[in-house]
Nanobody, 122 residues
């Protein structure tokens, strides 16, 4: 079964750094776009960053532009998110998303991770 495994997050003090990782596991034929989203209560999912399959240049959403650094290791089907000096508005559930073509299939489908909670404290 294909799944996205996220790690990092938790309770982080304001001003400290954040590092999240997401890895695609399972019988995968290919991984297309990978992205990080953030969900805050009362809001929808906001795009933080996206990197297309086979590419290395990230595209940032409004919530990520100028604030987060996103990079990808295609050899490991992994996506990473970093930010130095967190502030309170960075709190939320961070979810990883990937377009995955399962082995022996021809179409891509979106797969979501379970999400990792980031809470920025004083």
């Amino acid at each position: 079964q294909v799944q996205l495994v996220e790690s990092g997050g938790g309770l982080v003090q304001a001003g400290k750094s954040l590092s999240l990782s997401c890895e695609v596991l399972g019988p995968v034929g290919d991984v297309g776009d990978m992205a990080w989203y953030r969900q805050v209560p009362g809001n929808g999912r906001e795009l933080v960053c996206r990197i297309a399959g086979g590419k290395g240049i990230p595209e940032y959403g409004d919530s990520g532009k100028g604030r987060f650094t996103c990079f990808r290791d295609h050899s490991k089907d992994s996506l990473y998110l970093q930010k130095y000096s967190l502030n309170y508005e960075d709190s939320g559930v961070y979810l990883c998303n990937a377009l995955v073509r399962r082995e022996f299939t021809s179409s891509y489908e979106p797969v979501w991770g379970q999400g990792t909670q980031v809470t920025v404290s004083a």
